[in-house]
């Protein structure tokens, strides 16, 4: 595979957007009123700063590699010590 394919092919498995059902379908870890409670508090969690939710009209599309880095960056925030 040439390194443009490589490139392409990187560029394309960072653009997944999936509304919350084909989303909580697709990771069953996780829930739609979980991702949704999430979304509702997104201003004060950080996941609207981190760039991983996009709203096109009503529809609410998620942008899996930039939500998966935003939980990442969660592990060990807020938890008991």
Do not use: C, D
């Amino acid at each position: 595979m040439s390194e443009q394919q490589q490139q392409t092919e990187a560029m394309q498995s960072a653009w997944i957007y999936s509304t919350v059902q084909q989303f909580a379908k697709r990771h069953p870890a996780f829930t739609v009123g979980g991702l949704r409670h999430q979304i509702f508090f997104e201003e004060t969690n950080g996941l609207a700063a981190s760039g991983a939710i996009v709203r096109s009209g009503r529809k609410i599309l998620i942008k899996e590699s930039a939500y998966f880095a935003w939980l990442e960056a969660q592990n060990g925030k807020g938890g008991a010590k």
